[in-house]
Structure formats: C-alpha cells, structure tokens
C-alpha cells in the first residue's frame, strides 16, 4: 500500500483498488494453466501482460500473441478483420447454445445474417424499444423495494432477473408461449450449462466426444428450443390471422419481417429461433453483470454516489427518454462505463490468424490464436493513470474524448462489433438510474467479491447487498 492509500479512510482506500486476482510474475506450468482456465481465465495474465503491448509465444494452443497495443488492436478487429476468423475454441464453447445465430456464425452466412439484422438496432428502433424498458424495470423496483428492502439478497440475480424481463418485453412484447416464468426457468438452466470451458475443447478433442456438463444439459436445451419454436410459430398465426397489430413492433417482429437489403430473401424459422436465442445470450448477462458490478463500485465510493443520486432526481421523471438525450444521465452512464472498464462483461476476444500478417511489428503467422482481452487492455498500465482505481470521471464528457478507441473495447469493434451496444447502454442508463432513484444499495459480503471469468465477467459467489430504500 502506497503511503497515499495509508492516509486515506478505509472505504476510500477499498474503492480506489476494486478486488481482482492479483498478477503473478512467474511462469505457469502446462497442468498449472489448464487448471487456472478452468477454474477462472482471469488468473493466467502475468504481470508481463498488464505492462507490455504484445506478449508472444508457444501456449497451451500453440503459438499465440496476446495484444494490447492500440494500433495493433485496430489492425486486427477492423483493418485486416478479414484475415481473422472467432477461433474454434470460443465457437466450440458457444455454438451448441447459439446454432446459426449472428454471434457464431462466419463467412458470407455471417454476412449476410448481419446485414439483415442491422436494421433492427438502428438509433431510431432502439428509441422505440427504450420506452418499453421502463415499465419492467419499474416493476423490479417495486418489487425490491417492498420484498427486499432492508434485506441483505444476492443482487446479481435481481440484475439477471431485470434483463430478462426487458427482454422479454421488448423482443416478446412478453407474449410468452407457455408463459413468462416457465420460459424464464427454462432458460437460466440452459444458459447455466453453457460457458464453461470444457478441457477437452481446450485439448482440440472433436465434437463428436461428448462434453459431460453440455450432454446432462441436452434436457434443458430440448425443451428450451421447443419453447422458442412455439413462440415464434404461435406470432406466425398471429401475423395470418390478423390478429396481430402492435403499434411498435418488438424484436421478433422485426425478425420475421427482416431481409436481406441485397438480396430481398428473409430469415428461415430456424435462423429467427437462432437469434433469439443469441440475443438473448449475448444481452442478458452481459448487461446484468455491467449492471452489478456498477451497483458495487457505487456502494465503494459515498462521493459518486451521492452525486449519481443527484443527477437522478435531477433528471425527471421520463427516465428513458434522458438516457436517450444522454446528458441529463452523463454520470449514470459514465460509471457504467467505468464499470465495464474495471470489469468487462466480454473479458476476451479470440480469433485465427488465416494467412501470416503484422501488427506493428509482431509477426502473426497463419494459424496462430490472437487474444485481445477487454479485461487487460483497460487495466493496462500504458494506456491508463490508476488503471485499478474505480473513476467514473474518465468517462464524463470532456475526458471522454481523451480514451482511445481501441484502449476501451467493452463491446469489441470492427465488423464484429455489438450489434446491441446502444440498446444494451440505453438499457442500463434506464436500470441503475431507476434502481437509485428509490434504493440505496450497500456491499454486505464477508470478502470482497472476486471477478471470475465464464463466458462473461461475473462476481465468483454471488453480489450480496443490503438493500434500503431512499423514496416511496
Ligand atoms: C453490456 C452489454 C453487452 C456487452 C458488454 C456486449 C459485448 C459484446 C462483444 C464484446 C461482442 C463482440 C465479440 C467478438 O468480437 O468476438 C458482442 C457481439 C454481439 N453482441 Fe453484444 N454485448 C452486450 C449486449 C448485447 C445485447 C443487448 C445484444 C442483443 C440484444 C447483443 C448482441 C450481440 C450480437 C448478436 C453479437 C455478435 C455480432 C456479430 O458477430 O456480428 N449484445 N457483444
């Protein structure tokens, strides 16, 4: 501890330096290794990797290059993106959950699936959808409010629980076959068995070999894509008979009605099931951890709180339609951001190298697996001042300007960026400016919570906090 950190008061100190697994300077062994990507990916980062831009070399997948030099980042996502393809590891964890969904999918399949769902997260649908966000969000609240209030819950399952009702709403208009809750169970199952490594991926073992975890969820997934096959065919009927007139469409009206601009040729059912499903796996948790972590590093620090619940009540009663101006809810939105930067939803990035390329002046050649992590670009000490220490400030307007575009990438970039970014940010800014404006939120754990990586950045057990409430 510096001397600085020695004089300040504990709650400070604690915010200043958020917990995360600290650096090693060794090397690991091969068995070392295995072990530390199974139990959490975050642990294999050496001190090297915060400190240099490009650490390469044989791995446990054979040659690999770890980027975190900006130029080398934009050479990679977006100059020379096609000479990347997601590598099989990522897919081989992802893909039995999301079939032909955007996410996964490569080449001109991909291609042509991306520019027919483009249009879905335009600017102006995403305003659309926004207005649907507040009444389930309210309802959380509420719903805290009178059960929680005062008690200490696990608040990562409240987030999880918010996400989804927002998805519901705006991809179902929550017009569930079967059911909200049903729907919703059938879904954590499934999604619980997915994302973790298995080591026989990471040994290269083929597909055919069955995965223990994935083959004890078959049950779960059945019955999950049954459920999406009989919401989409049960909207389908809806559409024939006329009966379906929303004012605003939600987003699986959009899929049915979405074609291709080039070639005028729509999604077939399986790939409108496939979507849903990838977008409700790539938005749910990812923003729910965003989310979660956001509530966290407030309850670190009394000052941003204070200020944050201010710009709240500040801001309105039409929470959406300030997160959509933007600057009525510039800090709300900045600690989010900061949040993502300390804590990456998507902690890495993974491709192939298909032919021999540069960055900079590393040499990639064909076949290696390039690493670009979130999670160490926005903790790297080149790149960022206090790179640990939680400062929303970074992200107000005025400072903003100053990160660079590729030292910050919590939604990726290039072709393969987010296509739900803004719907996801929009999203947030809605959630914690709701979720303060009546409670408070305080960190109630024994031990301070350790960031683990799955498929996303989640705290290893849990968030409890003990909810108050500030308002009626
Ligand atoms: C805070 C929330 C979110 C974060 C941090 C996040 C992050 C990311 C990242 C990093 C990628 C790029 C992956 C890569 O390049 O390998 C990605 C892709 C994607 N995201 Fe998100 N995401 C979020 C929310 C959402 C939401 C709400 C949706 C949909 C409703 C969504 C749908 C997708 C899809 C479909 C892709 C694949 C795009 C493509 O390959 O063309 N995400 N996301």
């Not at 040729?265 to 790539?282: D, H, K, P, Q, Y």
Request: hydrophobic share 45%.
């Amino acid at each position: 501890m510096s001397a600085a950190d020695a004089a300040m008061p504990a709650a400070q100190t604690r915010r200043r330096r958020p917990p995360a697994p600290v650096p090693e300077e060794r090397e690991f062994g091969r068995l070392e290794l295995l072990l530390r990507l199974r139990r959490n990916p975050l642990t294999i980062w050496r001190t090297r990797h915060f400190r240099e831009p490009i650490v390469a070399g044989e791995g446990l997948f054979g040659y690999g290059v770890v980027i975190s030099d900006p130029d080398a980042v934009r050479h990679v996502l977006v100059e020379n993106a096609a000479n990347y393809r997601k590598d099989d590891l990522q897919r081989a964890v992802l893909a039995p959950g999301l079939g032909e969904g955007l996410l996964t999918a490569e080449g001109e399949a991909w291609k042509r699936a991306r520019r027919t769902l483009a249009p879905l997260f335009t600017p102006r649908r995403v305003a659309a959808l926004a207005e649907r966000m507040t009444a389930p969000t309210e309802r959380t609240v509420m719903r805290m409010a009178r059960r929680r209030s005062g008690r200490i819950v696990d608040i990562s399952a409240d987030m999880t629980r918010v996400t989804y009702d927002i998805l519901a709403e705006t991809m179902f208009s929550n017009a569930i076959a079967g059911g909200a809750d049903a729907f919703g169970k059938a879904l954590t199952r499934y999604f619980e068995t997915q994302g973790r490594i298995d080591p026989l991926d990471v040994l290269g073992a083929p597909s055919w070999l069955p995965r223990i975890g994935r083959w004890m969820a078959r049950p779960a997934i059945s019955f999950f894509e049954a459920q999406v096959k009989a919401i989409i065919a049960e909207r389908q009927a809806l559409h024939a008979g006329g009966s379906w007139h929303p004012e605003k469409p939600d987003l699986l009206d959009a899929l049915l009605a979405a074609r291709d601009p080039e070639t005028g040729t729509g999604l077939s059912n399986a790939e409108v099931g496939a979507n849903i499903v990838t977008f409700i796996g790539a938005g749910h948790e990812t923003t729910a951890n965003a989310l979660t972590w956001s509530l966290y590093l407030t309850s670190l620090a009394p000052d941003v709180r204070d200020a944050l619940e201010a710009e709240i009540d500040a801001a309105g009663e039409d929470l959406a339609a300030a997160a959509l101006t933007g600057e009525r809810l510039a800090l709300t939105r900045a600690v989010i951001e900061e949040a993502m930067r300390l804590y990456p939803p998507v902690p890495s990035l993974s491709r192939t190298a298909l032919a021999d390329d540069m960055a900079g002046a590393c040499v990639i050649p064909k076949g290696a697996l390039v690493v670009i992590s979130p999670y160490l670009l926005h903790r790297h000490e080149t790149l960022w001042q206090a790179p640990e220490q939680f400062r929303p400030e970074r992200f107000l307007p005025g400072a903003r300007e100053g990160i660079s575009r590729y030292a910050y990438l919590p939604f990726g970039a290039g072709p393969r960026v987010c296509i739900g970014q803004q719907f996801a940010m929009i999203e947030a800014v809605i959630v914690l400016a709701t979720l303060l404006r009546r409670l408070r939120f305080v960190y109630a754990g024994a031990e301070a919570p350790m960031p683990v990586q799955r498929i996303t950045l989640r705290p290893g057990r849990g968030m409890p906090m003990r909810i108050t409430a500030r308002r009626g």
